[in-house]
C-alpha cells in the first residue's frame, strides 16, 4: 500500500524487485481550497478506470507482473485548480561510483555494487568503445573475481593491473521485472604518479630540517665568539 | 650549563625564540589531532577494497586514538630522559615510517598495525613534547601561548579535510598515504625547532634535587634525611627513585593533579561524542549531507578562533589567578549546550548549537594543558601530562561507543545528548567545587610557609614530618606566587627557584 499526499505537484520514486500487487493512494488534505475533484488516474495517455474511491482519497490497485506494468502512474484532481501526483514505479538502483576509482599497476581493483533488493543475478561488462562486452569473456580466469558476499552486493576484483585495465566497466543486476546498470571508471596509474610529490615533500623536509640546525649551529658559535670576546675585556 | 648561564636569565623567556617554538608546537599538536580525523574519508574506499565491515575499519581509528593517548607516559619518560627535541623528531620520523608502509599494506591487519600503531605511537611522540615545552619557554604569556598552540588543531582539520579528499581523488588511497607520510615527516621540521632551553634545566634540576629528598622522605627508607646532596653523587637509591626521575609517581599524592585527573576523565566520558554524532543527528531530522557537514565547518572555524582569545582571557590579570574557575566554568558551559542541543530542531537552531559548541570546545581545548601546568608546574608537568592521557584514554574511547548504544537503544539522539551534557556539567560543577577548596588549602600553606620562611631551621625539621599533602604545596607554591604578587614577581622566582 502506497500513499502519495496531494498539494503541490508531487513526485513519488517505487523501487520494485519482483512480481507484487500495488495499491496507489491520492489523498486530499482536509484544508485544501478543492472541494470535490473530479479525479483521473493515468498512465501515460492512458486512463485506468477501476478507482476506488473514498471520503477523500483515490485508490487504484496495478499488478505489476512483468516489465511493461512499470512506468509512472499519475493521479489528476481538477478543480478550480488542478493538482497531480505522480508515482514513478521502476526497477531498484544500483549504487556504483561516481568518481573514478583510482589504483596502481600489479594492485588489484575493486568494485563493488549495491542495491536494497535482491536480484536474481549479476553481470559485469567492460566498455569497448560504445559496445558493452561480458567481462568473463575477455578476461581469463585467474585474471579477475566475481564475488557475491550477500545477495544484494556484488563484488568484481581485477587482479595484476596493468594500464590497458583502464577504462568504464558497467554493472548489471537481474531483477525479476527487469535490469539495472551502474558505472565504474577506473584508472589504473603508475607507481611514479605519487612518488613525485612524495619525494618533493621528504626533499623540502631535509632542507628544512638541515637550514635550521645550521642556524642554530651558527647562532651558538657567533654567541661563543661573543662570550671569548668579553672574557678578553674583564681580563684586561 | 655553565653558572653564568644560570645566573643571566633565572625564568622562562616568554618570547623570542618561544614564538618559533610555538610554531613549531602548532604544528606538531596539529597533527597529532586533527590527523586521525581527517583519515576518516579514506575508511569507505578502504572497507570496499578489503571487504570488510565498518566496525572492522573504525578499529583502526581507534586504535590510533588509543596509541596516542595510552603512549603518553612512554612519551613522558623519554621526554624527562632525552628532552622534547629528539623525541618529537623520532616521532615525526615514526609517523612518515607507519604512513608509508601503510600504503603498501595488504591486510586490514597490517592496516592496523601500520596506522594503528606505529602512526599512532608516532602522534603520541609528537604531541606530549610539544605541549612539555610550552611550558618551559612560557611563563607568564603560557596561557596565550598554549590557546595559540591547541589551535593547530582545528586549523589542520580544516587543511587536512580538503586536502586529503584531493588527494584521494586524484592518487586513490595508496597514493595518498604514501603522501601524507610525506607530509607527516614534516613534525621533524617541528621538532628540529625545539631548541633545549638552558636556564628551564637550571631551575628543573634544583626543583627536581627538591623533589627527589622529598621522595624519599615520602617513601620509608633506613637512610636519614640527607640534604645537598645532588642526584649524582646519591648512591645507593632505591628502585622508587628511580623511576620518579622518568615518570614521577608521587604526582598522585598531589591534590591538584588528583583534582584535574577525576575532573578530567569524568569530563572525556561526555567530550567527543557530540563531535562525533553532529553530523549523523543533522542527518537524522532531515537535513542533506553538505549541509550537515557545513555544521562541523561552523563548528571548526569557531573554535579557531576561540582556542587564541581564550588564551588571552585566561592570560589577563583577573583570570589567570582563578584560571581553574574558568576551566571548570568552559566544561560545565559545553555540557549547557549539550543539554539545550534536543530543543533545536531547524537547522538554524543546530548552526547555532554548532557555533556555541565550536566556542565551547575551543575554551575547554585552549586550557586543557593550561590548567594542569599551573596546578602541577612546569617541572612536574611531563609526568603529570602522561599520566593525565593514559588516564583519559580509557574513557576517551568509551565516550562514542556509549553514546552510539544509547542510541541504538531509545532510537533517539537526544539522550546521547542529554548524557553527555549531564556528564560534564558535573565535571565542570566538581572542578569548580574541588578548585575552591584547593585555592583555600593553598593560600593557607602559603601563609603558613611565609611564617616559616624566617626561620630556616623550622622549615628542615617541619619538612621532615610534614604531611604528604603540605609537601606538595611547596612545589605549587612557586608556580602561583608570581603570578598572585606581581610586583615581586621576578624577585620570588629567583629566591623561590
Redesign the interface.
Given at each position: 500500500l502506497l500513499t502519495g499526499v496531494s498539494g503541490t505537484p508531487q513526485e513519488k520514486n517505487i523501487s520494485l524487485a519482483s512480481p507484487t500487487k500495488v495499491e496507489l493512494t491520492c489523498k486530499l488534505d482536509e484544508n485544501s481550497n478543492l472541494k470535490n475533484p473530479q479525479v483521473t488516474w493515468k498512465r501515460g495517455s492512458e486512463t485506468i478506470s477501476h478507482t476506488i474511491k473514498t471520503q477523500n482519497s483515490w485508490t487504484i490497485q496495478v499488478t505489476i507482473s512483468d516489465s511493461s506494468h512499470l512506468g509512472s502512474y499519475t493521479c489528476i484532481l481538477k478543480g478550480e485548480k488542478e493538482v497531480s501526483a505522480t508515482f514513478h514505479l521502476q526497477v531498484p538502483k544500483i549504487e556504483g561510483k561516481e568518481k573514478p576509482v583510482i589504483t596502481y599497476e600489479g594492485d588489484i581493483a575493486v568494485m563493488v555494487c549495491k542495491t536494497e533488493y535482491k536480484p536474481k543475478s549479476w553481470t559485469w561488462y567492460m566498455a569497448n568503445g560504445t559496445e558493452l562486452v561480458p567481462i568473463d569473456k575477455i578476461l581469463p580466469k585467474d585474471k579477475c573475481k566475481f564475488k557475491t558476499p550477500s545477495a544484494n552486493v556484488a563484488r568484481l576484483e581485477i587482479l595484476k593491473l596493468t594500464k590497458a585495465d583502464g577504462g568504464v566497466y558497467w554493472c548489471e543486476a537481474i531483477f525479476e521485472l527487469g535490469k539495472s546498470k551502474a558505472r565504474f571508471e577506473l584508472k589504473v596509474l603508475s607507481i611514479v604518479a605519487p612518488l613525485k610529490p612524495f619525494i618533493a615533500i621528504v626533499a623540502e623536509v631535509a632542507i628544512l630540517v638541515t637550514t635550521v640546525v645550521l642556524c642554530e649551529v651558527y647562532s651558538k658559535r657567533k654567541a661563543k665568539g661573543r662570550e671569548k670576546e668579553f672574557d678578553q675585556i674583564e681580563r684586561l | 650549563p655553565a653558572p653564568a648561564e644560570a645566573g643571566r636569565a633565572p625564568g622562562p623567556p616568554d618570547g623570542g625564540w618561544g614564538w618559533v617554538v610555538l610554531f613549531g608546537a602548532f604544528v606538531s599538536i596539529g597533527f597529532a589531532y586533527a590527523f586521525p580525523k581527517g583519515l576518516a574519508i579514506f575508511f569507505k574506499e578502504i572497507q570496499?577494497?578489503f571487504?570488510t565491515s565498518y566496525s572492522e575499519i573504525a578499529w583502526v581509528s581507534s586504535i590510533m586514538l588509543a596509541t596516542t593517548y595510552g603512549a603518553g607516559p612512554i612519551s613522558s619518560i623519554l621526554v624527562n630522559r632525552y628532552g622534547s627535541r629528539p623525541v618529537v623528531m623520532f616521532g615525526g620520523l615514526l609517523c612518515g615510517v607507519g604512513m608509508i608502509s601503510a600504503a603498501f599494506c595488504t591486510s586490514i591487519l597490517q592496516l592496523y598495525v601500520c596506522v594503528g600503531f606505529i602512526t599512532g605511537f608516532g602522534l603520541a611522540l609528537n604531541l606530549q613534547p610539544s605541549v612539555i615545552i610550552i611550558g618551559k619557554y612560557f611563563l607568564k604569556r603560557r596561557p596565550i601561548a598554549n590557546g595559540l598552540a591547541m589551535a593547530g588543531s582545528p586549523v589542520m582539520l580544516c587543511t587536512l579535510a580538503p586536502l586529503n579528499q584531493f588527494l584521494f581523488?586524484?592518487?586513490?588511497w595508496?597514493?595518498?598515504f604514501?603522501?601524507l607520510?610525506?607530509?607527516l615527516?614534516?613534525c621533524?621540521?617541528a621538532g628540529?625547532?625545539f631548541?633545549p632551553i638552558g636556564p628551564g634545566t637550571a631551575t628543573v634540576k634544583t626543583q627536581v634535587t627538591e623533589e627527589s629528598k622529598n621522595a624519599r622522605k615520602g617513601t620509608i627508607t633506613e637512610d636519614g634525611p640527607m640534604e645537598n646532596k645532588t642526584e649524582e653523587e646519591e648512591e645507593g637509591k632505591d628502585c622508587f627513585e628511580k623511576i620518579n626521575q622518568y615518570l614521577d609517581f608521587s604526582l598522585f599524592k598531589h591534590r591538584g593533579f588528583l583534582i584535574y585527573l577525576i575532573g578530567n576523565v569524568l569530563m572525556f566520558l561526555g567530550f567527543f561524542a557530540p563531535i562525533v554524532f553532529l553530523a549523523p543527528y543533522a542527518k537524522h531530522t532531515g537535513i542533506d549531507e553538505y549541509s550537515a557537514a557545513f555544521l562541523l565547518s561552523i563548528l571548526a572555524i569557531v573554535d579557531m578562533v576561540a582556542r587564541p582569545a581564550t588564551g588571552i582571557i585566561a592570560n589577563s590579570r583577573w583570570v589567570r589567578p582563578r584560571i581553574q574557575y574558568f576551566f571548570s566554568f568552559a566544561i560545565a558551559f559545553n555540557g549547557a549546550c549539550h543539554l539545550l542541543c534536543p530543543l533545536a530542531s531547524s537547522y538554524t537552531g543546530l548552526a547555532v548549537y554548532s557555533g556555541f559548541f565550536g566556542l565551547a570546545f575551543g575554551m575547554v581545548c585552549a586550557m586543557l594543558f593550561e590548567t594542569l601546568m599551573d596546578l602541577v608546574g612546569a617541572a612536574r608537568f611531563t609526568s603529570a601530562v602522561g599520566l593525565v592521557t593514559i588516564a583519559e584514554c580509557c574513557t576517551i574511547l568509551l565516550g562514542p561507543p556509549i553514546g552510539g548504544i544509547l542510541i541504538d537503544t531509545f532510537g533517539d539522539y537526544k539522550y546521547m545528548f542529554i548524557k553527555c551534557g549531564t556528564v560534564m556539567v558535573l565535571a565542570g560543577t566538581f572542578l569548580f567545587i574541588m578548585n575552591y577548596y584547593n585555592y583555600r588549602m593553598l593560600a593557607k600553606e602559603g601563609k603558613e610557609r611565609k611564617k616559616k620562611e624566617e626561620d630556616p631551621q623550622s622549615v628542615r625539621t617541619e619538612n621532615e614530618g610534614k604531611k604528604t599533602w603540605n609537601k606538595d604545596s611547596t612545589q605549587s607554591g612557586p608556580e602561583l606566587e608570581p603570578l598572585r604578587e606581581e610586583g615581586e614577581g621576578v624577585k620570588k622566582e629567583m629566591n623561590g627557584t
Open positions: - | 570496499d577494497f571487504g581523488d586524484n592518487f586513490g595508496r597514493g595518498s604514501l603522501i607520510g610525506g607530509i615527516l614534516n621533524c621540521v628540529a625547532l631548541r
